[in-house]
Structures are given as structure tokens and as C-alpha cells.
């Protein structure tokens, strides 16, 4: 085995986890939650929302900013919405309660809203648009982060990269699932560490200027993708997640990379729609996937092999990742061994 | 009075439309609501759906492809939900009586998700959204235009460019509004009229290739804003306010700028939340203010005057032109007098 350029499966990756996750008291089945949603997203090409959060959220356990044994309890509830705290328990494991009770809503009364604070990062967003599709749901997800991306014509870090994740039961799944800003924090910070260059509309610099360069990005802020459009988007997202549910707002979102001042203050909002409440989930699957077929024949752009639909460009890396198996960076990796070794869970043994 | 270069006042222009609607037989109720929208859309600087689109309308209730006395009906009902066929009425007044059934169940059950089918273009989608704001609410408007946009990575017009609103009660009303495309098909018209050239990223040729000759776009696509995120947003509304609600779906949507071959095949879908479910109205309102002040009085980037939140550039422009009055164009104004002759109606005695 060779530990210093690690390959392990979907399914050693899951079991690593929740095996970690235990030891620091997380209850089984809060643990395999977050070990599906951690392992999901680096199955499809996402690490930074893969087990490289692991070491961080295993810090806020240790530190008691994340609780290990989080109850989530219904604050107020309508037959067709409810408000959660999270209790301050593992983000992914309340998103998925959180979404199992708009699904449920759904189901009976056409549409579920559900809005989540006193939660934690929930991994990909569209994990839990899933969860509804494969319930034959339309799902909608937005989540806030810590502010790294500025208004349109600002200077500061005022808004989160907000996910926002939609998703729909047709064949294959369309499932979009997209941030705010042109691009990821970390990009900028791989970019800095690999001595390159930026594209000037990933970010600007503290004076409010287009950069190139990445290190005067990350003094600066994110901009958002598509200007105004994407800055108006983020807004949304930020008082959707943010103020409807009584979680933190702009500079007051806090803890989504680790909680480390207190806990986290981000919030989640998601909605449910059944197709069999308006036309109905048959004519929607129908006519829908007659849609995406004739989208995928129709003619390319030059140099384009394929057009794709929303999603399918992580399917197919995630069909691909599940075959030949998950790399995991040097530094991941060797932050796991050592929280393995100082919880006392045997590696070997799992892989 | 000067004919040529008209100059109206917001509730002239309402005037003038309520009088050529009526000659046309329809009621006035919903001879108001359409004025009401187109007027609201010309204040704000949305000539394109204002009293441009008058004309059309007029014409469509002439060959008696929208229904000059329709009926709203609900098809489908939950108490959280609604289906209702616009009876291929004036889509501005079924969008209306969309919004109020909307309002109506997130004021019981928190959270109200309307679909339309059977319908007609129906202007700004902002003005539904506000609908929703001065209720309290937060609204969510979509809708489907004729197909004028390329998928990411083609070339056919297959997706529309299905504008998306969202309104919250806050001070100021934020208010986003925008289509999935870069720029409008109507900017694309007046340049190729002006001889002049577009930016490269607001369409593609025939053969896919970005172009700065507007002709050339006009054979081609309007490109989605932001890359693939605009395309996947595109494909979300499209789906929304297409099979899911039993409306037209892609090149199958027909009609939104004038039917001419038979009844429009585009649909609408909304949803309004009720803050009051979730944190509270109260908090989100006090909350939310706060936030917009702090991002209205951060850093500026240079060169700019003063940082907007969603919705505040459309209210400056409404509050010069409801002082100064809106100006309508030679060509627009002169099939209004065209029409006014035509059914007996006395322009100069409404102005």
C-alpha cells in the first residue's frame, strides 16, 4: 500500500469516517450521514467538500463547536413548512433530516419549505436535492457560508458563495448544483501555492480592482459569477439562508470552513415540490426527458464533443471515481492518520 | 403636444391602455391589471414590456388568440399548492390572480406554490414579486419564453430566456429580476439597426462561434449569462414553468411575443414564503435592513458612486420617469394612434 500517494474506494472512504467519527462519540447513524455526503462529494471530483473537511470538523467535536450527539428538534411547523435547530450537531446529518421533512410535506400537501439554523457545513448541496429526486421530487437547496464575495461595484467580503442546488427526477437526473462566485476560495489558494496566475473575474483585490493575481485576491474578495445577476442571486440565497431562518448574515455567518470562535452561525433552506400536485410526476418525467434528449442531439458548438445537461459532468466522474477509486491528497491524507492514531483507530484494518 | 417625440405620464399610459383594451372587449378588471404592468414596466426603463407590447396584445385579441373575457380556473388544488389554466387569457391578469392564490396559502399553511398553464406573457415578472412584498411575503416568480438560448457547448435556441424575480419586504423592497440570458434579443435588434457591433459573450453564429455581429447572433443564440451556471438556471425555470405545469417545454413554447399561429404554449410558476413560519417577520425584516445598510454603506470600487442592492436601480429610474414622464418611441407611438383610430378611441381626450 502505498501511503504517500493514497487511493482508497468509495466504500473504505465511508468506512474511515464514520470509524473516526465514533470514536469522537458522533452516534452511528449521524456518522454514516456525514460519511455519504463527505465520500459523495469526492467521488464527483469535489475534495474541498470531501474528506478533506474531515480533520476540521473532528477539531470542532474535539472542541465541542460541533455536538457529537445533536438532537434536531421542529422549532415551528405548518403541514407545509417547518424551522429546525440543528442543535449544533454534524451539517450533513441535519440537512438530511431537514430534507427527509420537507420530502414528507411534500408528499402530502404538494410543497415542503423547510429552514434550518444552529447547524454546521453540510458538504455538497446536491446531495439532499437527490434525496428528493429519488423520491420523484423536484428539490431545491441553498446553504450560506462565511462571506468571501463582494456586492456588485463593492470592495468587501460581504456575501457568502451561497450554494444554491436544484434537482429533478428525469432520466438522467438533472441535478444543478452551482456557488456564487466564479470560483472557489481554494482555487485562488492553489493558485498562490503553484505560483499562477488568475482569470480577472475571479476576484478583486482590497481596493476593488480586477486581479491576476491570486494573493491579492484573497485580500480582496470573490466576485460573483455573471456580475449583477450573480451578485443579486447571492443576496437572495444569503437572506434565504440567513435572516428567513434565523441563522448569521453576511459577516455575522460564521464557522462553515470550522467553528472555531464558538459555534457556527449558518443556515440552511430548502424546498420540496411534487410534480403530481401540478401536471403531474408522469407528463413531468415524460415530456421532460423527451426535452433532454433533444437537447443532447441537438447541434455543438465547435470543439464541443458533448453537451451535457445540469449534473452530468459529475455523474460521469463519479462513475469513473467509483470504478477506479478516490485519490486523496499527501496532506488529507497524513491529517488522517494522525487523528487515526490519536483516537486509536487501526487504518490498516479498514482499507 | 408633440406627436413625434411622445412623452406620457404613467397614469396616461395606464389610460390610454384600459381604453384600447376595453374597445377590445375586455373587462375592466383585467384591462387594468395589464395596464397596470405595462405601465409599471415602461417607469422602470423595460420599454421592451411596456406599451411596445400593446400592439401585440391588441392583435392576438383581434384573431382571438388570447381570450379577451377569460377565466381563471383551478385545475388542481392543495392547500399549499394550485394548477390553474389562464383560459389563454391576458397573461399579465392571470399572473395576478396566480400571485393572490399564492399569497392566500402562505398566509395559512406559510409557504404557497402556484403553476399556470394556458397563459400569455405577462411583462416584468418583478411586478408579481412586489406583489408578494407588500404583503409581507417573499416572492418567487419564473416563466418561459420562446426558445432563444443555446445549451452550454451548442448552438440551436432551445431554451428561453425565462426570467426569474424574487421579492423581499425590506427597506428598500429588494427586488431581483433578470432573464438567463446575457443580454436581451430586442438589444441584439437595435444594434444591427444602429450598425453596431455586440460584445462577444451575448450570442453565438449559426455555427456556435461567439459573435460580435448582431445579424449573425439573431441567426444564431443568445448566450446564457455566466457560462454553464446561466444555462443550468435556464434549464431549472424551463423546466418549472414548463412540464412541470403542463406549458410548452423548449422549442415547443410558442407564442410570448405574439401569438400568432394559435394560442401561446408558455407557463408561469411561482411560490411566495411567509416569513412569519420561519424565524419571524419582524426578525427578518430588522435583520435584513441592517444588512442592506451595511452593504450599501461598505468600500466602493473605483469609479463607483454608490453600491445597489437588487432591485434600487430600477426604483431610481421609476421615481425620474414617474416625475418626468415616460418616453415612448415614434414607432411605438404610432401603432397606438393606429389602433386608437381604428376602434373609435380618442387618444387626445385620455392624454
Given at each position: 500500500m502505498n501511503w504517500v500517494k493514497m487511493k482508497i474506494t468509495f466504500e473504505q472512504e465511508k468506512k474511515v469516517i464514520v470509524a473516526l467519527l465514533e470514536k469522537m462519540n458522533v452516534p452511528n447513524e449521524q456518522a454514516r450521514f456525514t460519511a455519504e455526503v463527505l465520500a459523495e462529494g469526492d467521488v464527483r471530483?469535489?475534495?474541498?467538500?470531501?474528506?478533506?473537511?474531515?480533520?476540521?470538523?473532528?477539531?470542532?467535536?474535539?472542541?465541542?463547536?460541533?455536538?457529537?450527539?445533536?438532537?434536531v428538534k421542529i422549532v415551528k411547523e405548518t403541514p407545509a413548512?417547518?424551522?429546525?435547530?440543528?442543535?449544533?450537531?454534524?451539517?450533513?446529518?441535519?440537512?438530511a433530516k431537514a430534507m427527509q421533512t420537507a420530502?414528507?410535506?411534500?408528499?402530502?400537501?404538494?410543497?415542503?419549505a423547510v429552514g434550518v439554523n444552529n447547524t454546521n457545513h453540510f458538504g455538497i448541496a446536491?446531495?439532499?436535492?437527490?434525496?428528493?429526486?429519488?423520491?420523484?421530487?423536484?428539490?431545491?437547496?441553498?446553504?450560506?457560508?462565511?462571506?468571501?464575495?463582494?456586492p456588485w461595484g463593492g470592495v468587501e467580503p460581504l456575501l457568502g458563495t451561497n450554494?444554491?442546488?436544484m434537482g429533478f427526477p428525469t432520466e438522467p437526473p438533472a441535478i444543478l448544483d452551482m456557488a456564487m462566485s466564479v470560483a472557489?476560495?481554494?482555487?485562488?489558494?492553489?493558485?498562490?501555492?503553484?505560483?499562477?496566475?488568475?482569470?480577472?473575474?475571479?476576484?478583486?483585490?482590497?481596493?476593488?480592482?480586477p486581479t491576476t493575481d491570486p494573493s491579492e485576491g484573497l485580500k480582496g474578495a470573490l466576485s460573483p459569477f455573471g456580475g449583477p445577476k450573480g451578485y443579486a442571486l447571492a443576496f437572495a440565497m444569503e437572506l434565504l439562508a440567513g435572516s428567513l431562518?434565523?441563522?448569521?448574515?453576511?459577516?455575522?455567518?460564521?464557522?462553515?470552513?470550522?467553528?472555531?470562535?464558538?459555534?457556527?452561525?449558518?443556515?440552511?433552506?430548502?424546498?420540496?415540490?411534487?410534480?403530481?400536485?401540478?401536471?403531474?410526476?408522469?407528463?413531468?418525467?415524460?415530456?421532460?426527458?423527451?426535452?433532454?434528449?433533444?437537447?443532447?442531439?441537438?447541434?455543438?458548438?465547435?470543439?464541443?464533443?458533448?453537451?451535457?445537461?445540469?449534473?452530468?459532468?459529475?455523474?460521469?466522474?463519479?462513475?469513473?471515481?467509483?470504478?477506479?477509486?478516490?485519490?486523496?491528497g499527501d496532506a488529507a491524507w497524513s491529517e488522517i492518520e494522525k487523528f487515526a492514531n490519536e483516537l486509536g483507530v487501526e487504518l490498516k484494518s479498514l482499507l
Open positions: 471530483g469535489f475534495a474541498s467538500h470531501g474528506l478533506l473537511r474531515l480533520p476540521y470538523i473532528l477539531n470542532a467535536l474535539k472542541r465541542g463547536t460541533i455536538v457529537a450527539n445533536a438532537e413548512t417547518a424551522l429546525l435547530d440543528g442543535g449544533h450537531g454534524l451539517g450533513h446529518y441535519v440537512a420530502i414528507e410535506k411534500a408528499k402530502k400537501v404538494g410543497v415542503g446536491g446531495y439532499y436535492v437527490e434525496m428528493a429526486v429519488r423520491d420523484g421530487m423536484i428539490g431545491i437547496v441553498t446553504t450560506t457560508t462565511d462571506a468571501l464575495v463582494h450554494a444554491l442546488a472557489a476560495r481554494g482555487k485562488l489558494v492553489d493558485a498562490m501555492k503553484n505560483g499562477q496566475k488568475i482569470p480577472e473575474s475571479w476576484a478583486v483585490d482590497s481596493e476593488g480592482r431562518v434565523g441563522a448569521g448574515l453576511g459577516k455575522g455567518v460564521d464557522g462553515t470552513l470550522e467553528p472555531v470562535k464558538g459555534y457556527s452561525t449558518k443556515g440552511d433552506f430548502m424546498i420540496v415540490i411534487n410534480p403530481d400536485v401540478f401536471a403531474s410526476t408522469k407528463e413531468f418525467k415524460e415530456r421532460t426527458n423527451e426535452y433532454i434528449k433533444e437537447i443532447k442531439s441537438s447541434n455543438k458548438a465547435p470543439n464541443v464533443k458533448e453537451i451535457m445537461i445540469p449534473g452530468e459532468p459529475e455523474q460521469k466522474t463519479r462513475t469513473k471515481n467509483l470504478a477506479e477509486g478516490i485519490t486523496i
